[in-house]
């Protein structure tokens, strides 16, 4: 195991890390723009070392700044946690040029799985059924062409990145081309590069992911699927293990076809690959991703798995403890505190924590970086925390997390906190029919989602 490593993010996953660093006895060092100098992710690490400005691509996305930080503090290895720059190839091969461990897949697997058209194309060949679409980044043309064949709705995707940005829904001929104009500047402004390729909309859908663990030496241990399809403009705001639609059969089904995927292209570390579940049971690849995921702790809850420190010993080499599929234990729902006001469209609404109460008791888990007083800065992701309970039975998990979002308090800021409940009780969820059109179809004009 490494004894120093430096975790090159911010925020709710970096205080995660050096947790987890802590617990195996590893130091940690941080990183920190000017905004974040009095964060508790730089309290909590060893050592801590100021990158630049507030501004991400001055600090957090700069690669010299974040490869000389650990350099210069004698660390063997980097945890990039999630965004910023954890599925950037270039980072990796900086890392490794500077004799640096990156705690995830190799630069070649990245570049590989992150342009999501290609990755397609070679999953195709482990005989992972895939949505229909152009097979590569497509032109303006080459997109219509397609859109004809498969049938409207159809989604236009960015090639590099994920998160929702430059993705949209086009359900007509006449919208294709504003769409598309729009979607290639905001992939441009998101990820520098402004690619596109078009895929059939599957409607209605549900977005399910398997997790994966593989050590790189044809080891793969699967941990089962996790359902994301409570979401606001492609981004997810609850998860839940397992899925309420997904049953025995099914879900070895997925689990099997990860497997063969992380096989084909000789994954190695966490990831996590994302499929769209139709009505009739069918299922398709969306994309990889090459990394640890937000609502990783559901699969922790379920399988008693802790994914950061294997994560941490499979780069240090060590080879997973076993193989195959992971055995699972209850049901688990994270929820996403977000500093957002719904009711005006889910806008960020940054400021100051003049008091938090983090709900406790069984089976609750609240992983945050913010404490009362603490800031919340525009320049970020505007996660605060996220709730994570756990149950034997799925009826038992929702009442526990709507007791623990009572319990929870957050003054200062506008949150998603009153959503979330009224999504937890609502009858779509509670019976499982959820799809990812739920928001877009509950939502009233003041922000709030309907129950019947």
Known sequence: ?????????????????????????????????????????????????????????????????????????????????????????????ACEDNELVFVGPSAQTMRRLGDKALAKQELRAAGVPLVPGTRGQATLAEARAMAEEVGYPVLLKAVAGGGGKGMRLVETPGGLEAAFATAALEADAAFGEDGLYLEKAVVPARHVEVQVLADGEGGVLTLGERECSIQRRHQKLIEESPSPAV??????????VAERACLQVGYRN???????????????????????????????????????????????????????????????????????????????????????????????????????????????DSLLGKL???????????????RALHELEVRGVATTRDLAVEILRSEDFTSGRYTTGFLAQRQRPAGTVATS
């Open 247 to 256: 049953d025995v059969a099914l879900r070895e089904e997925m689990e099997a």
């Open 270 to 380: 966490a990831g996590t690959f994302e499929f769209l579940l139709g009505p009739d049971g069918s299922f398709h690849f969306i994309e990889v991703n090459a990394r640890l995921q937000v609502e990783h702790p559901v699969t922790e809850l379920v399988t008693g798995i802790d994914l950061v420190r294997e994560q941490l010993r499979i780069a240090a080499g060590e080879p997973l403890g076993r193989y195959g599929r992971a055995e699972r234990r209850g049901h688990a729902i994270e929820v996403r505190i977000n500093a957002e006001d719904p009711a005006k469209g889910f806008a960020p609404a940054p400021g100051r924590i003049d008091a938090l109460r983090v709900p406790l008791g069984p089976g609750v888990r609240f992983d945050t970086h913010v404490e009362s007083g603490a800031s919340v800065p525009p320049y970020y």
């Open 388 to 402: 994570i309970v756990w149950d034997e039975e799925r009826p038992a998990a929702i009442a526990r997390g709507l």
């Open 1 to 93: 195991m490494f004894s120093r490593v430096l975790v090159a993010n911010r925020g709710e996953i970096a205080v995660r890390v050096i947790r987890a660093l802590h617990e195996l006895g590893v130091e940690a060092v941080a990183v920190y723009s000017t905004a974040d100098a009095d964060a508790l992710h730089v309290r909590l690490a060893d050592r801590a070392v100021r990158v630049g400005p507030p501004q991400a691509t001055e600090s957090y996305l700069k690669i010299p700044s974040i490869v000389a930080a650990a350099v210069t503090t004698g660390c063997e290895a980097v945890h990039p946690g999630y965004g910023f720059l954890a599925e950037n190839p270039e980072f990796v091969e």
